[in-house]
């Protein structure tokens, strides 16, 4: 369930015509830039000029997550030399965003720009379970896709369409009980982020599946016990398997290494 997340950018802009028109223009001068050493030789002189980072542009690749938001993070930090030297050449020139185009990049950046680092993060850890699912949640809907007084309209408006696609696919009644179960069960997170009133309802499902865990258990061992041999257990106590619960994953791994 947490691909999903990463999908959240993406749907949070499309279908929009500015977004469109932007974004268009965005890849058009990118793809100049990308397949000639000449603009790239220019973009770098005019770096060096401007006393701007030296990076390259980002081209937008669909099988990539967040690559158009990186591709237009890069296009605005690097707009004024971008627009130096497109202006340079007539064949380029009307390739420079247009301030209308600037500002769509502007609120679009504004939005999800600190939910695609919030995504990179997330996608770097090393083991990422899904009772992380309702913190994060919580971290989105709370902190990260909250509006400010100084957002434009459309950067509120991407907000809202981005956390409105998280809140949808992660509405349904038996997906939110899961997603509080796994969050009680891990220790970093408990109770913390579980509403009062569905709390007690939580603590009663877990204790039950525990206690079915348990007889299961329970019956396990008495079946095996049954099925040994009459001494068996007292005369090889090293190879019963009375009071050996299920292997972890720590067992598998010190057997590989032996």
Known sequence: MLFLLFFCPENAVKDDARVKRATGVCKQLVGVFSHSWKKKSALKKAQQELNLPEHSLITECPTRWGSRQKMIGRVLEQSKVLSQVLSEDKKTHHLVPTWQDTDVLESINNALGPLQEFTDALSGEAYVS???????????????????????????????????????????????????????????????????????????????????????????????????????????????????????????????DS
């Open 130 to 256: 899904v009772s992380y699912l309702k913190p994060v949640l919580h971290l989105l809907r709370t902190s990260t896709l909250t509006e400010s007084d100084e957002d434009s309209d459309l950067t509120k408006e991407i907000k809202s369409r981005a956390l409105g696609y998280i809140e949808a696919k992660y509405s349904d009644p038996a997906t939110q009980e899961l997603l509080d179960i796994t969050s009680f069960l891990d220790p970093r997170f408990k109770t913390h982020y579980i509403s009062a009133e569905n709390l007690p309802d939580i603590k009663e499902r877990v204790k039950i599946e525990m206690e079915q865990v348990a007889r299961k258990e329970k019956r396990a061992r008495v079946s095996t016990t049954d099925a040994m041999p009459q001494g068996a257990a007292e005369a090889e106590p090293s190879t019963s398997t009375i009071g050996k619960g299920k292997r972890s994953l720590g067992s598998f791994l010190k057997s590989s």
